[in-house]
Structure formats: C-alpha cells, structure tokens
C-alpha cells in the first residue's frame, strides 16, 4: 500500500467514524420527527466540518488521477443516447436544474466551499425537522461509499478548468481543527500542505 493510499484510507475512515459518532449523539439513526435546536445545530455543524474535509481529500485524489483522452462522440449525450432503445427519448433533460446534495468541485480562483447552504427562515420556538440533516447525512454518506467515483468526476472537471487556463483553487487551514477528533485533526492538518504541493504544477502546460 502506498503513502497516498494510506493516508487516503485514513482520511475517510476518520470522517465516516466521526459522521457515525454525529449521527449516534443527535439520534439521526432512530428518523425522528423532531430534534431539539440544540442537538440539530451541533449535528449541523459536525457535518459542516465534516464536508470540508471532505471535499478536501476528493479534491486531493481528484488531483492524482491521470485521465484517457476522451473518446470521439463520447460525451455525456452520446452516452446516454446510447444507451436508451432504438425510438426511445430521454426527456429529462425538459426536467431543469435538479437539486444537488453534495457539491465537490471549488469555486474558480476561490477558496473551498467548506460550508453547506443552510436554509433561510425563522426557527421553530423548540425543535426543528431532522429533513436537512438526513439529506446532508445521505449526501455525506455516498461520497464516502464512492470516493474514487467521485474524485474521477471531480478530475474531468478540473481538467477543464485547467485547459481554460483558471488558476488553481486557494486552499487554506480551515481553522477548527483544534475542535476535531485526534484521527480526523491529523487529516485535516495534512491536506492544505497536500494540496499546495498538488497543485505546484497547476500551470505547467508541458
């Protein structure tokens, strides 16, 4: 096993027992109906932090992996045109923007996203709905079963901002690390100095 992979390993094996351990303190696991201001706003925040480092270790990966040059007239279109039976239409494209649980890719010439949006409006008097939790703790989950998956996708993405000629994403110590687990700290330590290596060769077009 090499370095990368280990630390790799390490990373979301950190995240995914301090998610279980955000999910076990709020009860998340139990689908209750309502949790209290106190328990949600210290889940949410968990998961904030969790995200970020996240993204981070995605973004990571996603720097590393080397992609095939794309095939003539295989796009996104393509693909999916091939595989719909002959005088079958795909119409969901007619369906527009469809919500999103999990964003990877930074902003351009930027610093991370290292927050989820948090809805607007006034908070009930006692408790709230667990809805957005359970989505961020669903969202969180299947960027921690693919990883790879995801970071492959994240690479065609900066590869584009690459060839675009964007400068490479800002990444900054995110400034709670002190808060986090001993395991997960280790991590999120490591990746501002990971990444800043990673992307030394962001404008080299040799």
């Known amino acids: 096993m090499s370095m990368d992979q280990a630390f790799f390993e390490q990373g979301f094996r950190a995240v995914f027992d301090a998610m279980i351990d955000a999910v076990g303190k ?18 949410g ?26 095939r003539p007239g295989a796009g996104p279109d393509a693909r999916r045109a091939a595989a ?15 919500p999103k649980g999990f964003r990877l890719a930074p902003r351009i010439s930027g610093p991370f996203p290292d927050h989820l949006r948090t809805l607007s409006g006034p908070p009930p008097a006692r408790s709230v709905s667990p809805r957005r939790l359970l989505a961020q703790w669903q969202a969180l989950h299947a960027v921690l079963k693919e990883p790879e998956a995801h970071a492959r996708r994240l690479a065609r993405t900066l590869a584009r901002w690459r060839k675009a000629g964007e400068p490479a994403p800002v990444c900054v110590p995110l400034g709670f690390e002190h808060r986090l687990r001993p395991d997960l700290g280790i991590v999120a330590r490591a990746l501002p100095h990971l990444i800043r290596q990673a992307t030394a060769a962001w404008n080299d077009t040799g």
């Open 26 to 43: 709020a009860g998340l696991h139990l689908r209750p109906e309502r949790l209290s201001r106190a328990a949600a706003r210290r889940c």
């Open 84 to 98: 719909l039976p002959e005088g079958v239409e795909d119409v969901t494209a007619s369906f527009g923007p469809q």
């Open 45 to 70: 925040a968990a998961f904030r932090q969790l995200a970020a480092i996240v993204r981070r270790l995605i973004f990571l990966m996603a720097l590393g992996i080397e992609l095939a040059p794309p």
